[in-house]
């Protein structure tokens, strides 16, 4: 079946524009995550959510940076005035269900951001 | 505080040859812990996880790791390597049911 998808795979912004960055869970999936990969690093989590509750939002840098999923299926990280930090690649994830024990995370392609 | 520290940052072997990639971690609990692996313009693969049942747990594409608490660590093997194997691999960690703690990665290079 479809796996996560992201959209778009890659952006470049200017320093201070606004950006949106899509992700498409697989269908079912209950809990969402994104993460922020930098060139040369693992990947960190910023935030969480289940169905359309964020759950968890200690990883988001700063409150330029703003999640959601409205109707508990696609989400969206917003960045808004983007600096030359942000440059990264923003990784979608998805599991089936928020269990006892920590349950498989699916991961999408990314977004490759690139900030000018 | 969790965490987990990938001993080498780049790991080259030769086609045939076996592969050893090194992690261990810091957790207070009892963790979850996976091998993820990140081929270029792909995305994470997961190729095992333990969830403290089995100490020795088998993978896809013939990797297996061993889960040691005394050693702290849970380090991946595979007896040959392929050319198809070249990439990057993370080891993470985790406790509790979802955030996931990520390694920097071991950048795989399998030599002809």
């Known amino acids: 079946g479809a796996g996560v998808s992201q959209s778009p795979r890659y952006k470049v912004a200017k320093r201070g524009q606004d950006v949106a960055l899509r992700c498409d869970p697989i269908?079912?999936?209950?809990?969402l995550f994104w993460y922020q990969q930098a060139l040369g690093q693992g990947p960190e989590f910023l935030t969480y959510?289940?169905?359309?509750?964020?759950?968890?939002k200690s990883g988001l840098p700063s409150d330029r940076f703003f999640a959601e999923r409205p109707e508990g299926s696609v989400s969206t990280l917003k960045i808004q005035r983007t600096q030359q930090e942000d440059s990264a690649v923003y990784l979608c994830?998805?599991?089936?269900?928020?269990?006892?024990?920590?349950?498989?995370?699916?991961f999408g392609p990314g977004t490759r951001l690139t900030v000018l | 505080a969790q965490s987990v520290t990938q001993l080498d940052s780049h790991v080259s072997v030769s086609e045939g040859t076996p592969v050893l990639l090194r992690c261990n971690y810091s957790s207070s609990y009892s963790p979850s812990l996976f091998w993820y692996v990140q081929h270029p313009n792909k995305g994470l693969q997961l190729l095992l996880k333990y969830t403290s049942a089995a100490t020795l747990v088998k993978g896809i594409n013939g990797f297996e790791a061993e889960f040691k608490k005394s050693e702290t660590s849970f380090h991946l093997t595979k007896p040959s390597a392929h050319m198809s194997d070249a990439a990057e691999y993370f080891c993470v960690v985790s406790v509790g049911t979802y955030k996931y703690i990520f390694g920097t990665g071991t950048r795989l290079k399998v030599l002809a």
């Open positions: 994830a998805s599991s089936l269900e928020n269990s006892a024990v920590t349950d498989t995370q699916y």
């Open positions: 269908s079912g999936h209950v809990s």
């Open positions: 959510f289940q169905n359309e509750a964020q759950l968890d």
